[in-house]
Structure formats: C-alpha cells, structure tokens
C-alpha cells in the first residue's frame, strides 16, 4: 500500500541524522545506497492501493511524489 511523507517522518523522527538511508525490495537480505532523492512535481499516481513497480507514473500528471532513486 502506498506511504506518505508524514507515515516515513513519523517512522524516522527519533533516528539519529546521521542513520544511513538505503533502499531494498521487500523480502530482501541486502539493501542497496540511495543515489538520489527526486521530488517529480507532475506525477500520476495509478492506484494508491497498486503494488508493483509501475504504481505511479512519473509524469503526465499532476501530484507531487518523492522518488528515492538506486
């Protein structure tokens, strides 16, 4: 199910600043490092409920999504 910005602060606000941040799909024993955090301004969400790698499309909309990029 899909996660705002507020669901991830709330889970992180009492992590020290310097936690390392990485990505992983789920059920995954390694993580990889972020290469980037893109906020995409023209974003189309398909579904809030989809999973799976194309549940928002990065353009051709009009919702603001944070992409962390690997």
Known sequence: MAQT???FLK??????????????E??????????EVEIIE?????????????AVELGNGKERVVVIRW
């Open 5 to 7: 910005l507020r669901d």
């Open 11 to 24: 889970q992180v606000e009492h992590l020290p600043p310097d936690t390392l941040l990485c990505v992983a």
């Open 26 to 35: 789920v059920d995954e024993a390694f993580a990889a490092h972020v290469a």
């Open 42 to 54: 023209d974003a189309k969400s398909q579904n809030r409920k989809a999973e799976g790698i194309e």
